[in-house]
């Protein structure tokens, strides 16, 4: 905000310091390792009288000093530019912290380069005494550059209590400082060895150079191999010195840094079987292409660990103190307030209108993402992640990146300008022009409810099914995480003044409209109802959406064949499943696509450094992925990992942030309760009466926390963080008591006290303490039936309005007492009993009017 910014596009931030950076830390450390390495060799050379190996160390000297002195110090002097342009807020943090620190490693420098000068052109004039003491000395400048470097360098990832005192020494003496100084004293010696193999292998054959190359080849081997065990043991101290936070970042939250690390050991492996090999004879042409190649493993070693330090200090550049993209922490609550573009002093758009809405959205890229995203480049491209969200999905992200993704700052602006980001981002980078879902047109259909004469009929058939809506969400050969099943259940009471359930003797047979099922019931053992389970499709044979198919259930004497019951009832089910409303790839039927499908796997895949875009694309063997197989579900009965959190905890848990504040929208943005949409399953009493999801269930972010706190008892990973990241909405948080997804739902009692008049306020927070007092498998206080037998499901709670039928999910009620109210009200206990009942038998208030 403070400086100009350097406009790029392909070869934005990350590219230049990978470029420029790796290149010269790993000349940078080879003079360290090197200066040892020549010192060392020269003694090596002298006691043994070998005119051939002091020749080879002269020459090795001038070619480290052309490599260390010249191209070392104009990368050096690239450093500074690059970092200057691309942070030069942070750049501004770290001089004025250690300009001592700075100056005194310009000193330590300067001595390098003169002791280096006068060691190459003294080789002949010089005593050996003396001339050793130069290399002595160039070794203790280098070393001491370095140990300034890694303070400062250290700083950046782990500042330690600077943050608090600013003094100089506890910035510099940070919690990284010691392992990191092994590390990277290891990786010096090591390198070293890799530049030796260069010129040991040109030692030329004459006056006995054979004896002299084999040794000094060997030598390098020795000063390659061992350093490198000594970089794995420091380099688990390091990645362990590291405070929670930049450990977790390391070790489990990155994929990419976990990539760094066993590239890091791969590198490791590569150069010391390189120098193995490289110590067996073998022909000089091809041992000394082979040092060529074995050097460059270095050079993969040193920028591995680079790219491990630079991510893990993610989202900042210095840790706490300066976000990645220059802004400074504890700034951007006021900043967002005024709008970062008012704020901003060199930014050319001050506001965002409707006519410079994408402009403008360009300029926020150029300011808070260019410094670490390419666009089309070879590094951190952010097109493919700009393609798989729509404009809207991309907002919602956009307000909860930091959180969504601890790796990346903030954003920080005001609501206009998230939404200029977002649609530059989508639209412009991404390439799509996503309309939201339109609102769906329903023709309302009549509902032929089947006969029953209360005067003649000896039995009466009740059915219902398990849920109020089974949502079916899976994706085209992506991943299946519902498939559309459900439960059917039902009962048969033979009518009189004492009803009795029957079971014995009677076969329930069910058929689903349009072909799409037919079978028997089978009675529950120990229990007088039937229930089947069904696959049941949401979808007529056109393809068109059809979430509430009607089943027809008979019962019949198996012994005389007589018809003793027939009903219907609507089976909920629904793939309208809005993830491509945010995840992009929408299919025009409402359902999520395969494309909707992968984009929300490649997400997956970025922050749970999973790989399951691969298993679901792999040719052949691509199967999609069942999401149950990790995460537990108590709906469907999978167990998932024990580590790892339920389906709904993770799912709620994770839109609690990017979908916050919104209340009942928050719900309909995936489940579908949208009022214009082609299901509209909020269709019973309590939405007539006003309510919403938020009553019984909180709002998403309350909603959330309840099942986090649940998964946080049993230590799943990520229900701590996701928890402390949650703002709920209408509860205090450490009043939300935990509950079980499924097992423990909302209470109706606690609303309903007593069975009286409601009072909605006591709904969210008291759960059902288990699966017996669930509404779905509650019975009445007589055990004799099921309250959604009476009542009807959840969600659709009589009198239902369906938006495909007014009657089409009050088919019983308007069979057996011709009122759309629960079975028996206003007095209607004739329904089962043929007489008029006095008494509440089923529960308090059963018989009121």
Known sequence: ?????????????????????????????????????????????????????????????????????????????????????LSPQATSTLVKTFVYGFATEWVFFLCEIVSLLIYYYGFDRMGADDHLRMGWLYFLFAYLSLFMINGIVGFMLTPGAWTTTHNFWDGFFNPTFWPQLLLRTAIAFSLAGLFGFVTATRIPSENGGDSAREGM?????????????????????????????????VLLRSARIGGFIKVFLVFAGAAALGALVLAVKMPGRIRFSLALVVLLTGWGLIGSFEFVREAARKPYLIYGHTYSNGMHVGTEEAT???????TAKWARIREVTAENKLQAG????????????????????????????????????????????????????????????????????????????????????????????????QYVLLAWPNLGMTMVVQSQGAFILRPPSLELNAQLVKRGESPAKVTDGVELSYSIENNAGAGTMKALPGSDWFRTALTVSPRKPNGALNPYPLATITAVDMATKALLGITRVALPVSDEVACAGCHGGGDDKGNISGETGLNILRIHDRLNRTNLV????????????????????????????????????ALHGFHANTLKGQGAEACARCHPSRPDGGTRFQRGLHAQMGL????????????????????????????????SQIAPQAADKASIPPRTAWVQTPDCLACHK?????????????????PDERFRTRLDEMGALSCPACHGPQHALYPSLNPYGKDRDMIQPMQYQKLPKPLGSDGNCTVCHKVKMDIDGHHPNTIRK
């Open 614 to 649: 691969a298993q679901a694309r792999a040719g052949d063997k691509a199967k999609p992925v069942l999401c149950t197989n990790c995460h537990g579900d108590p709906l469907t009965g999978k167990a998932g990992r024990s580590d790892l959190l339920s389906v709904s905890a």
């Open 1 to 85: 905000m403070e400086y100009p910014i350097w406009h790029l596009t392909m070869l934005a931030g990350g590219f230049w310091i990978a470029l420029i950076g790796t290149f010269h830390v790993f000349l940078a450390h080879f003079a360290v390792g090197g200066g040892l390495y020549l010192t060392l060799s020269e003694i090596y050379a002298r006691r043994r009288h070998s005119p051939v190996l002091l020749a080879h160390v002269k020459q090795h000297t001038r070619f480290f000093l052309l490599i260390t002195m010249v191209a070392g110090g104009v990368t050096g002097v690239g450093i500074w530019f690059t970092i200057g342009l």
């Open 217 to 249: 080849v060997r030598l390098a081997a020795a000063w390659t191999i061992l350093p490198l065990l000594v970089c794995v043991a420091s380099g688990w101290w390091y990645i362990h010195a590291l405070p929670q936070a930049q450990q977790e970042m």
């Open 362 to 457: 360009a300029e926020l890229y150029q300011h808070e993402c260019a410094s670490c995203h390419s666009i089309g480049g070879p590094m951190n491209n952010i097109k493919p992640w700009a393609a798989s969200l729509t404009e809207r999905g991309m907002t919602s992200l956009l307000g909860a990146i930091s959180k969504v993704n601890p790796a990346m700052p903030p954003f920080v602006g005001n609501q206009a300008e998230k939404e200029a980001l977002a649609g530059y981002l989508s639209e412009v980078l991404g390439g799509r022009k996503d309309a939201d879902l339109g609102a769906v047109a329903i023709a309302e259909e009549n509902t032929e409810i089947p006969p029953f004469d209360p005067n003649t009929a």
């Open 692 to 723: 919403d999801c938020t009553n019984c269930h909180g709002p998403l972010e309350d909603h959330a926390i309840g099942l986090l706190k649940r998964e946080l008892e049993s230590g799943k990973r990520g229900a701590k963080r996701l928890i």
């Open 754 to 770: 007593d069975f009286g008049v409601p009072d909605p306020s006591q709904a969210f927070g008291h759960w059902t303490k288990g």
């Open 336 to 342: 967002s307030a005024k709008g970062y573009l008012a």
